[in-house]
């Protein structure tokens, strides 16, 4: 059921997903407290925001001044089906026409200053609101195109910038993130945990050219996001709130969702406290840990169970990439890649949990364990009389010297 919010707005062209406010303000916080000048005389481009709608906008030009930035840059990806339906800030349908915004363009703000522009002292939006439709030092315009990331006009924008924050189409991480490598831009970014598998993203993972973000509002693994009102589909709503304005906003929650960065933040660097072996096995598991039939390493179901004392490969969860620290641990692989595997297995005979037989290849995808007796309740594999199970996306990992 992971992402299935996601995929069922994909399904029903809903996919208006926006990243709260608070959850980018304290993943930022986070940063700034590791190094309080992260972004400071640096071009922030958030290409993937509607400037109406995105809270990746709202927060840094409010932040403009206290972070320091020298630009910001935000560009929507497609139009916003609200758009022209929340016009509280940025004017009426007059105002967009004299703009010479057609509503079906996506849209380009470019803030480069940030002022007090009605003398109330204090900067909100309604002050960059004034700024832009006087046109002063700051612009708003239509894009000629749709604002696909992927156009050249897009990309001469991400020339100019220095650090990408946004929460890219899921369906086009790969393509995303590659982007930014080959342009080599900094970046904060949100995407699917199961991305860390990625042919194209474990490598950069597994060299520390990037890292899993601090991930501070992250509750079980899941975030919540803000969906349009107008396009929202009460099967997908968690929760309904309303704003200062009155405005209501509908809240859903994603499953298995993690900032992804290459911009240092001080939990990166927090070694995980372990047990040596001896008490894992006394006080946790109750019994040394299983070793893999096709792989010269030990299962570690648990990242808090990961004996400190261990020299060889041990086998832990993809989640270990949400404390790993590079100064701890290295990363050597995962159960697909190949130059690990001790074993190959013939045809197996898979048994499902719901007792249905049918002949497979899937142990030759991951870390197996043999195992004396057929489990309950779950799925196993037969060969040549001998019984296994499989262990879910295990990242091979072992102590540093």
Request: hydrophobic content about 35%; aromatic content about 12%.
């Amino acid at each position: 059921m992971a992402n299935s919010n996601l995929a069922n707005a994909k399904r029903a062209k809903n996919d208006e997903f926006y990243t709260q406010y608070g959850d980018i303000q304290k993943e930022i916080g986070a940063y700034l407290e590791y190094d309080p000048d992260s972004f400071r005389n640096k071009t922030v481009y958030c290409n993937c925001d509607d400037p109406y709608e995105s809270n990746f906008f709202r927060y840094f030009v409010l932040n403009f001044n206290r972070l320091g930035l020298k630009r910001l840059i935000t560009t929507s990806y497609k139009p916003s089906p609200v758009a022209n339906t929340q016009l509280g800030l940025f004017g009426d349908d007059r105002t967009l026409a004299e703009k010479g915004r057609p509503k079906v363009n996506a849209n380009k703000f470019v803030i480069n200053e940030v002022c007090d522009t009605d003398g109330d002292g204090e900067f909100n939006l309604k002050d960059i609101a004034a700024q832009l439709k006087a046109n002063k030092n700051n612009d708003w315009e239509p894009l000629e195109g749709d604002g696909d990331f992927r156009s050249d006009e897009s990309i001469d924008l991400l020339k100019q910038s220095d650090i990408v924050v946004t929460n890219p189409p899921f369906s086009l991480f790969r393509e995303f993130l590659k982007q930014l490598v080959d342009y080599q831009k900094e970046f904060l970014i949100i995407g699917n945990l199961n991305a860390i598998t990625y042919k194209e993203v474990f490598p950069l993972l597994k060299e520390n050219k990037i890292w899993l973000g601090n991930n501070y509002r992250i509750n079980g693994g899941a975030m919540f996001f803000e969906i349009p009102e107008k396009i929202a589909n009460l099967e997908q709503v968690r929760e309904i709130r309303t704003d200062e304005s009155g405005k209501k906003i509908f809240v859903t929650r994603v499953q298995g969702v993690r900032w992804f960065t290459n911009l240092d933040h001080g939990r990166r660097h927090q070694p995980i406290p372990l047990m040596i072996e001896a008490e894992v096995v006394k006080f946790a598991t109750k019994k040394p840990f299983d070793k893999y039939d096709n792989f010269d390493a030990i299962e570690v179901p648990l990242i808090k169970n990961i004996p400190s004392d261990y020299i060889g490969l041990m086998g832990v969860p993809i989640s270990i990439f949400d404390k790993y620290s590079p100064e701890q641990f290295e990363i050597v692989g995962y159960e697909k890649s190949c130059d690990l595997r001790t074993k190959i297995y013939p045809k197996q005979l898979q048994i499902d949990k719901t007792g249905k037989k049918s002949f497979v290849t899937k142990l030759n995808d991951g870390a197996a364990i043999r195992v004396s007796t057929p489990p309950d309740a779950m799925t196993y594999y037969v060969v040549d009389d001998a019984y296994y199970v499989q262990s879910f996306k295990r990242i091979f990992i072992r102590h540093k010297k």
